[in-house]
């Protein structure tokens, strides 16, 4: 069975940084594109960025663009989520997800997705 | 990019059926077929039900469906349960990578 397993959600202060972590097991993680998507607490989903497999480009919501940073060690089977200057509209859960086939772009169906990392920005 | 606009809330009794919308542009729901329809439930993470407008991913009942005309796309869940009871997100793929969902429905099974 597919996993996405997270790590690193924590409370940072504003102006901080953080770095997220998913590691994929049981499907060939070189082939996907692979995002992060997020959910501010009591609010809907946000997509937030996207790599591709071999992670050379990424795209990033406005939202985020030039303070987040979107990674991948493949040889590590390893999605990461670099976030700086961090504010308070950065606080939710933060997930990755997988697409259903290793097709680019991404087309927003994700078929698998990490159990959440909360991020909470404040002093 | 704004967000794809869905009704806050939809509700049916037990064995009726519900229909969600979600209106976009010409940009995203109407410029491709790739709208996603997901189902989270309180503390859970989003289950994808839908996907290239109808698809249903292996494992979803058929109770669930779902459709697209022009600039709306719509998910039906025919029969309600009681386990359908859930928020409902619906995104599309935006071109120039950019993919947006819209801002989830509350469907409650009275």
């Known amino acids: 069975e597919v996993q996405l397993l997270q790590s690193g959600g924590a409370l940072v202060q504003p102006g901080g940084s953080l770095r997220l972590s998913c590691v994929a097991s049981q499907f060939p993680f070189n082939t996907y594109g692979m995002s992060w998507v997020r959910q501010a607490p009591g609010k809907g989903l946000e997509w937030v960025s996207v790599i591709t497999p071999g992670g050379g480009t990424k795209f990033y919501a406005d939202s985020v663009k030039g303070r987040f940073t979107i990674s991948r060690d493949n040889s590590k089977n390893t999605l990461y989520l670099e976030m700086s200057s961090l504010r308070a509209e950065d606080t939710a859960v933060y997930y990755c997800?997988?697409?259903?086939?290793?097709?680019?772009?991404?087309?927003?169906?994700?078929?698998?997705w990490g159990q959440g990392n909360l991020v909470t920005v404040s002093s | 990019q704004s967000a794809l606009t869905q009704p806050p809330s939809a509700s049916g009794s037990p064995g009726q059926s519900v229909t969600i919308s979600c209106t976009g542009t010409s940009s995203d729901i109407g410029g491709y077929n790739y709208v996603s329809w997901y189902q989270q439930h309180p503390g859970e993470a989003p289950k994808l039900i839908i996907y290239?407008?109808?698809n249903r991913p292996s494992g979803v009942p058929d109770r669930f469906s779902g459709s697209k005309s022009g600039n709306t796309a719509s998910l039906t869940v025919s029969g309600l349960q009681t386990e359908d009871e859930a928020d409902y997100y619906c995104t599309s793929y935006a071109g120039n990578n950019n993919v947006i969902f819209g801002g989830g429905t509350k469907v409650t099974v009275l």
């Open positions: 290239d407008v109808t």
């Open positions: 997800a997988k697409p259903t086939a290793p097709r680019w772009p991404v087309r927003g169906a994700f078929d698998f």
